[in-house]
């Protein structure tokens, strides 16, 4: 029997060469327009996500006689309604922070006057040493200050980015939820072989279930994760329990870098509320213990075998991802890495970078 690959000759060769070059310069445009485009790409993948994870809800509720258009309506009310009213809860006490934050910066400084003694004796140190090496000492040198925009601003500007594009996603998600099952009759009709017709309707569907089985249960995993710091807050006397279990369930969302922020965060407030640093360490203790056994336990309990993906990838993409478009490319780079994942399974070719993304369960035959 006659091998199917073509024999290697110079010609065939340059083809593969010029291919090869091809893709690393399509990869390499697509992540050029990725990253100076984000603030439009951002709400379309967010509510492309949206309508992933709610699919199986609109079709479930169209089961016993609810339309899409009505249901899609109603889940995405619910869920503006619900982060319209925690952050109108959230956004006093945040607010307060913000105003106080210099006066909160001096009363730490103080309180660790201690640790920052030392490092002003080697800043003296290092001063003094540069000037020693730096010659031409005497000469006027002339400095231009340059005015930044305030902290205060910078804030609202960024809540305000993120408001649009979170209305921008709800909308999007909300029409793609009602079209209903436009979208795969389409996508079939696209391909002209029936193979075709199936191995994409099988890769839209598999990225919905395990898209929408990853949101909806690390949503109630996080719920759960800020309930209990909430509590835990609350237990050791740190003010504003109720704000603290709210940002450990929005934290949370990022992996990895959520759990670290918001260690620090306790930790900073916990200085500045209480007299005794020992009793004040109890509170980032509590959080950094109840945020291990989630990441430990509960999360891979619920979503290791249904995730398949090793922690290393899960890594890598957060940091791809983070690089790209800052903290909202870390909260997306997950639910991108899964339907990557899912793509890669099903297309022959990528299958065995798939294999690398993957958990640790073999390389299933083609």
């Known amino acids: 029997m006659s091998s199917p690959t073509e ?36 709400p379309v993948f967010l509510g492309v996500m949206l309508a992933l994870t709610f699919s199986p809800v609109v079709r479930g509720l169209g089961r016993i006689g609810i339309p899409a258009p009505a249901t899609a309506v109603l889940v995405m009310l619910t869920l503006g309604t619900t982060g319209f009213v925690a952050a109108y809860f959230a956004s006093g006490p945040i607010s307060e922070w913000l105003e106080d934050l210099p006066a909160m910066g001096q009363e730490l400084q103080y309180k660790l006057a201690g640790l920052n003694d030392s490092v002003e004796k080697i800043k003296d140190a290092s001063k003094n040493v540069e000037e020693m090496a730096t010659p031409g000492k005497d000469e006027a040198v002339r400095e231009v200050a340059v005015d930044r925009p ?50 994409a309707l099988m890769v839209v569907k598999d990225v919905e279930r395990r898209i929408s089985r990853y949101l909806l249960s690390i949503t109630v995993i996080n719920a759960g994760l800020g309930v209990c710091i909430g509590f835990a807050m609350w237990l050791v006397g ?52 109840l945020t291990s056994i989630e990441g430990q336990f509960v999360t891979p309990t619920l979503l290791g075998r249904s995730l398949e993906l090793n922690t290393v990838s ?52 083609a």
């Open 314 to 365: 899960v890594f890598l993409a957060v940091v791809l991802w983070g690089w790209l478009w800052g903290v909202p490319g870390a909260l997306m780079a997950v639910p991108f890495l899964v339907t990557f994942k899912v793509l890669c399974d099903n297309v022959p070719v990528l299958r065995i970078v798939g294999n690398f993304l993957g958990s640790q369960s073999p390389l299933r035959d």
């Open 150 to 199: 305030g902290f205060l601003s910078m804030a609202a500007s960024g809540a305000m980015t993120m408001l649009t594009s979170l209305l921008v996603a709800l909308v999007l998600a909300t029409f793609l939820l009602a079209s209903g099952t436009l979208f795969h009759e389409k996508l079939v009709q696209s391909f002209s072989r029936f193979e075709d017709k199936k191995t």
């Open 7 to 42: 024999p290697s000759t110079p010609e065939t060769e340059e083809l593969r060469k010029i291919r090869l070059a091809l893709s690393w310069l399509l990869v390499f445009v697509a992540f050029t327009v990725i990253y100076f485009a984000r603030e439009l790409m951002f």
């Open 238 to 289: 740190m003010p504003n329990w109720l704000i603290w279990g709210l940002l450990a369930f929005l934290l949370n969302f990022l992996p990895f870098v959520g759990a670290v922020v918001g260690v620090i965060l306790v930790a900073g407030v916990a200085l500045l509320t209480f007299d005794s640093p020992g009793y004040a360490l109890l509170a980032p203790f509590s959080y950094l213990m």
